[in-house]
T-cell receptor, first 113, second 108 residues
């Protein structure tokens, strides 16, 4: 499967600031997704990153809080905006093509203080 | 209602034991099914896909029952290295939904 490089791997941020997470895939993928995994929890889908158009957000997630870009088939960013301590979590990007397996970036461990 | 429900765990078993995990899904339009493994502080990685006919990969056997919307994973002859969290994953209209995970601890 393809390899996703995700960065930063971790960050500690002040409340009220924003952080942009990047994912670069080593090959073109049809679909890219962003997940959040809070401590001790499973993965929750935030949104589908659509190439060249606005992302599709799941219930409970909005563009103003989590703007997403996907300028091409190998790259996407997620911004966590106006952060609060409740945003402390691991954020993971994922890629897949058709019904094949999903593969993941290494995750970004975010702590908001 | 959650898309995917899993056994809560944790499962604490001795080496060599056989252990089974179960999972149910709510959306009958679900198209593909997987088991992922997640080690502590690591990203999830595919363990195996799950097919209606059932499939086996070494010590691991996965089963799917579409009528009951039920997925299972059987691990035989558990190894210490099998200790991890096992995630049941369902694909619905190209989106992956994850169960809460079942933690397995294999002890010497």
């Amino acid at each position: 499967s393809a390899v996703i490089s995700q960065k930063p791997s971790r960050d500690i941020c002040q409340r009220g600031t924003s952080l942009t997470i990047q994912c670069q895939v080593d090959s073109q993928v049809t679909m890219m997704f962003w997940y959040r995994q809070q401590p001790g929890q499973s993965l929750t889908l935030i949104a589908t990153a659509n190439q060249g158009s606005e992302a599709t957000y799941e219930s409970g997630f909005v563009i103003d809080k989590f703007p997403i870009s996907r300028p091409n088939l190998t790259f996407s960013t997620l911004t966590v905006s106006n952060m609060s301590p409740e945003d402390s979590s691991i954020y993971l990007c994922s890629g897949r093509s058709s019904e094949t397996e999903a593969f993941f970036g290494q995750g970004t461990r975010l702590t908001v203080v | 209602r959650k898309e995917v429900e899993q056994d809560p765990g944790p499962f604490n078993v001795p080496e060599g034991a056989t252990v089974a995990f179960n999972c149910t899904y709510s959306n009958s339009a679900s198209q593909s099914f997987f088991w992922y493994r997640q080690d502590c502080r690591k990203e999830p990685k595919l363990l195996m896909s799950v097919y209606s006919s059932g499939n086996e990969d070494g010590r691991f056997t996965a089963q799917l029952n579409r009528a009951s919307q039920y997925i299972s994973l059987l691990i035989r002859d558990s190894k210490l290295s099998d200790s991890a969290t096992y995630l049941c994953v369902v694909s619905v209209f190209n989106k992956f939904y994850f169960g809460s995970g079942t933690k397995l601890n294999v002890k010497p």
